[in-house]
T-cell receptor, first 112, second 115 residues
């Protein structure tokens, strides 16, 4: 059974710092991996989607990498800002499945 | 924002009553999903739909039913609500399922409390 883990559960950094959020999954037979952002009381906003054949995706200050063989993905945030404060979730889509399997998220606080 | 509207946004009801949550989309996407989000469990799929009148169970479907009579609407029904179904419910849509890499887009959620 696929399990997705995100460590740490919470992270507090000063503004301007570069940071890395981690996501690991137990079964490498994934179709894609998606990173989301969730603000308090809100739904999820899709940030990046990496196909299983890709190694990384970039959008602005965000860069997501994928290493299927080791079951890991990282989300790199450059030059963090207080507006980046949110919970970040990763989710994998398994082959031949419609569903996404989510990690529990990393709650990020960027201090001014 | 993807055109997804969930209603109601908040609801408080009593154990044993029926509850229906509505998800409405304006994107004409084929696939729609219902998730619940609980502390310590993350988001879990309840049911999903791959077309009008085509639905299937997710990992936590017991106690829930769904219906999709139109492309734009996906209803989630709790036939007889229990306290364990207190949660935040999210609807999501995507343009396609397994064969292409389209992301899922989420609504703002419905906070449901069952007393």
């Amino acid at each position: 059974k696929q399990e997705v883990t995100q460590i740490p559960a919470a992270l507090s950094v000063p503004e301007g710092e570069n940071l890395v959020l981690n996501c690991s999954f137990t079964d490498s037979a994934i179709y894609n991996l998606q990173w989301f952002r969730q603000d308090p009381g809100k739904g999820l906003t899709s940030l990046l989607l990496i196909q299983s054949s890709q190694r990384e995706q970039t959008s602005g200050r965000l860069n997501a990498s994928l290493d299927k063989s080791s079951g890991r993905s990282t989300l790199y945030i450059a030059a963090s800002q207080p507006g980046d404060s949110a919970t970040y979730l990763c989710a994998v889509k398994e082959d031949s499945s419609y569903k996404l399997i989510f990690g529990s998220g990393t709650r990020l606080l960027v201090r001014p | 924002d993807a055109g997804i509207t969930q209603s109601p946004r908040h609801k408080v009801t009593e154990t044993g009553t029926p509850v229906t949550l509505r998800c409405h989309q304006t994107e004409n996407h084929r696939y729609m999903y219902w998730y619940r989000q609980d502390p310590g469990h993350g988001l879990r799929l309840i049911h999903y739909s791959y077309g009008v009148k085509d639905t299937d169970k997710g990992e936590v479907s017991d106690g829930y039913s769904v219906s999709r009579s139109k492309t734009e609407d996906f209803l989630l029904t709790l036939e007889s609500a229990t306290s364990s179904q207190t949660s935040v419910y999210f609807c999501a849509i995507s343009a396609a399922g397994t064969v292409t890499n389209q992301p899922q887009h989420f609504g703002d959620g419905t906070r449901l409390s069952i007393l």
